[in-house]
């Protein structure tokens, strides 16, 4: 789960340098310095299982996503000054509505198992077992919430952008049939 959140804000930082009108930042957008971050997050997430200090019950992801998404946002309304092909401005900007999207379904998928996670650390709650017990259900049910954002990807990209759309007809009607 750690390592999925981390993908998350890589591709929203990516969306963001991707997005920038400065050629510095936008060098720092390839695919080889991609699967180094991808293969150096797989090695602290998941061999050194810092997931849930580095990322304390979800507040920092959420906080990076939506910090780069808002960024990526205002370069992309910048994106109409900017002296780019209008092919290339219609993808990024499809791109940035995929990804800010997605941002926006977890930050609400996140939230409540974030904010179920703090109130369970109070000792109150663990002593009294009617309180706990409620707190249990609502943490399972923020769970199933928070798994809903790893299901979401594939719908949300369906939804959000025509040339997905095309290209996922194009490969089930015209390959496969």
Not at 63 to 70: A, H, L, R
Not at 99 to 114: D, E, G, H, K
Not at 136 to 165: D, M, Q, W
């Amino acid at each position: 789960m750690s390592s999925a959140l981390a993908y998350l804000c890589l591709a929203t930082i990516d969306q963001f340098l991707a997005t920038c009108s400065s050629p510095r930042w936008q060098q720092l957008c390839h695919i080889s310095l991609a699967r180094r971050l991808c293969l150096t997050f797989i090695v602290l997430c998941n061999i050194l299982q810092l997931g849930m200090f580095l990322y304390f019950l979800g507040v920092l992801p959420l906080s990076i996503t939506v910090i780069f998404g808002c960024l990526a946002y205002r370069n992309v309304q910048k994106l109409s000054y900017r002296t780019i092909p209008l092919v290339r401005r219609k993808l990024d900007q499809q791109l940035t509505v995929m990804v800010l999207t997605q941002v926006v379904f977890n930050v609400f998928a996140i939230t409540p198992y974030t904010i179920i996670n703090a109130i369970i650390l109070d000792p109150y709650i663990k002593r009294d077992p009617v309180a706990n017990a409620i707190s249990s259900s609502i943490r399972i049910l923020s769970t199933i919430l928070l798994y809903s954002c790893f299901a979401s990807p594939f719908y949300i990209y369906i939804c959000a952008s025509e040339r997905f759309r095309h290209q996922l007809v194009f490969v089930l009607c015209k390959m496969h049939l």
